[in-house]
């Protein structure tokens, strides 16, 4: 085939585009899950794996969703649970059912058949186990290395905030708050993080494929070839669209495996003929079309360039280069985009400062969510979510709703994050506290020690979990919508791993590869208070829908936090009628109650509360203020 005829075919749909969940949400920080010695060893582990299958399952049908199980048998065979994995692994008990847990976050869970681990709900994921090609593919990706950053303009400012050897240097530290008047300056953009991914699927597609590839009836070795059911685990990586709709079953967005009967699927297709159209098809969501150089509507710039494979290293980005529409462009090696591209269906709060922010149901473009470069901000998310991010936060506080699939903070730093999900991991963050209501393990990984400053002396303090300690309306709707079980919480039970995470591309000093990341700590019951979120003057619901309505926080609190809550309002309470009860004469009266309110008014400037206050005023007037 010509590069004329590749071209032109290439700007014709469907288009394959890489999934940005695994590499965002899937890997995991363990040097053991990291398999360098190529096709060869993971064949090996897959035959490690299938001396662990699990029974022919009778699946039960959990609150999460009902499972479409396919209509070709691929959700029947060869499954494997976390024993499985530990067995062919070596990997502790905890670390296995890790990885299946991690699985199932990242298996899509729409567009076709889908696999039932991607909607089975915690209890249900160990006896649902892992088909083993999805544990190969996921294993595959665990050799991927984030986008690079670019080094800090000013090194020595750094090392002044951050004078102490750790992740944060050199990189880290540019999302301080005394740096952040450049942080998105050395931080990739998703432009440069989606063409690394592009790159990396690109350059080991072949050996994917060859994992997947079976040989022919005759026995013949040398001749591959890839079959439907097999076809269809590339869904881990890969998403098809045209040019009506970007949700495409990937089986059928091929010619040869496409309307394939039910009762007769297609036949067995060679392996070099389904990688030659892979490649053909395979471009930057953003673009569409990686081949002749043009100008969208949108304002995003393609550039020419063959189909070839590149080098990692050349599919990132090395500076930016000036657009003919004035926007910032980015090179990776296959396309051009600008830096502001975000990808679809992504509701983005970026870049607030000193502000309050209300994202709803109805503002949500879908379940995809990113929090990133707030300051002195308290943000609200309140709906049903699948993924969130919030990353680079300072000085804020983060309300999220109820979140199906993954929660993931990274490089926060004096951030209070209120979050009810099925699964959080916490990355690289200072002096944070979190409120969780959470059914799986947090895991805590990377530089999350805090040196915080009290009384003039330096104090070293863990970060700080809590309960969950908040409510709205829609609460448990939303959690019932995703599959978040509110009658489980292991809020307390973190698993900590490494201090260094094998998948950047930062250089670290020697022997720190080896350390163990430092875990928050359980903050103290006497600590523990709710969290009141407005109500923004909300419409009373409808008589038949009022029992409908969260009215107290569905999270069962431990007892010595119930106790703890208890005490502190009965003091409360005993204050109020010593108050009342106390006689004094009416000018000393008005003295009192000039003092306390002083005293209130005091505390909300000093603790900037006071701002919340206009902007849920400003909020009654125009509903659209806190957008």
Not at 88 to 111: I, K, N, Y
Not at 278 to 297: F, N, V, W
Not at 523 to 536: D, G, V, Y
């Amino acid at each position: 085939m010509s590069a004329e005829t590749t071209s032109a075919a290439s700007l014709e749909p469907p288009w394959l585009h890489v999934r940005r969940e695994p590499f965002e949400y899937g890997l995991l920080p363990l040097p053991s899950l990291i398999i360098n010695e190529g096709v060869y060893a993971f064949r090996n582990l897959r035959t490690k794996l299938l001396e662990h299958v699990l029974p022919t399952p009778s699946w039960p049908v959990s609150n999460a969703a009902t499972v479409n199980v396919g209509s070709h048998g691929k959700f029947g065979k060869k499954r494997v649970a976390s024993a499985g994995i530990a067995a062919s692994l070596g990997l502790q008990e905890a670390h296995a059912h890790l990885v299946l847990d991690t699985l199932a976050s990242v298996l899509p869970d729409e567009g076709g058949d889908i696999d039932p681990l991607a909607r089975s709900s915690v209890p249900d994921i160990e006896s649902v186990g892992a088909d083993i090609d999805d544990v190969v593919l996921l294993l595959y990706i665990q050799t991927y290395k984030r986008v690079p950053p670019r080094a800090h303009k000013d090194a020595a400012a750094v090392a002044d905030v951050w004078p102490t050897p750790s992740v944060f240097d050199g990189f880290l530290n540019a999302t301080s708050p005394l740096q952040t008047r450049c942080p998105r300056r050395t931080l990739p953009c998703q432009a440069e993080e989606e063409a690394h991914q592009l790159a990396f699927v690109r350059k080991h597609l072949p050996s994917l494929l060859a994992l997947l590839a079976e040989s022919t009836e005759d026995g013949d070795q040398d001749a591959k070839v890839i079959t439907l059911e097999k076809f269809q685990h590339l869904a881990l990586l890969l998403r098809a669209g045209d040019a009506s709709t970007d949700l495409l079953p990937l089986s059928q967005a091929t010619p040869f495996f496409a309307n394939s009967d039910p009762d007769m699927p297609a036949a067995p297709v060679p392996l070099a003929q389904v990688l030659d159209w892979m490649l053909l098809h395979l471009c930057a969501a953003s673009e569409r079309t990686p081949g002749k150089a043009h100008i969208k509507d949108n304002g995003i710039h393609d550039s020419g360039g063959s189909e070839a494979d590149v080098p990692m290293q050349d599919a990132c980005v090395s500076g930016a280069a000036s657009s003919p529409s004035g926007g910032a462009t980015v090179s990776n090696g296959l396309t051009q985009m600008r830096r502001d591209w975000r990808p679809e269906g992504v509701t983005y709060v970026d870049g607030v400062t000193r502000a309050s922010v209300l994202k709803t149901e109805a503002d949500l473009k879908s379940g995809l969510v990113k929090v990133a470069n707030c300051h002195d901000s308290v943000v609200y998310v309140l709906g049903p979510l699948k993924y969130v991010s919030v990353f680079g936060c300072s000085d804020s506080i983060v309300v999220l709703g109820a979140v199906g699939k993954a929660v993931r903070v990274e490089l926060c730093e004096r951030v209070q994050l209120i979050v009810a999900s099925a699964r959080i991991c916490i990355a690289n963050c200072r002096e944070c506290l979190f409120n969780l209501g959470v059914n799986q393990r947090p895991l805590v990984i990377g530089d999350n020690h805090n040196l915080q400053l009290l009384n003039s002396s330096l104090l070293h303090v863990a970060e700080q979990v809590a309960p969950y300690n908040t409510f709205y309306p829609k609460l448990e709707a939303d959690l019932a919508q995703v599959g978040v079980d509110a009658t489980v919480n292991s809020w307390d039970r973190l698993l900590t791993l490494g201090l260094i995470d094998p998948h950047d591309s930062i250089s670290h000093p020697a022997g720190v590869a080896d350390a163990q990341a430092e875990g928050p700590v359980l903050l103290q019951p006497e600590r523990f208070t709710n969290f009141a979120i407005p109500k923004w003057g909300e419409a009373e619901p409808q008589q038949q829908q009022q029992h409908l309505q969260t009215r107290a926080n569905p999270f069962l609190l431990p007892k010595p936090f119930l106790l703890a809550q208890q005490h502190r309002s009965k003091a409360v309470e005993n204050l109020k009628q010593t108050l009342k009860s106390v006689a004094l004469e009416e000018n000393r009266k008005r003295d009192l109650t000039t003092a306390i309110h002083a005293y209130f008014k005091e505390w909300l400037y000093s603790t900037g509360n006071i701002r919340q206050i206009y902007d849920l005023q400003g909020h009654e007037r125009d509903p659209k203020a806190m957008d």
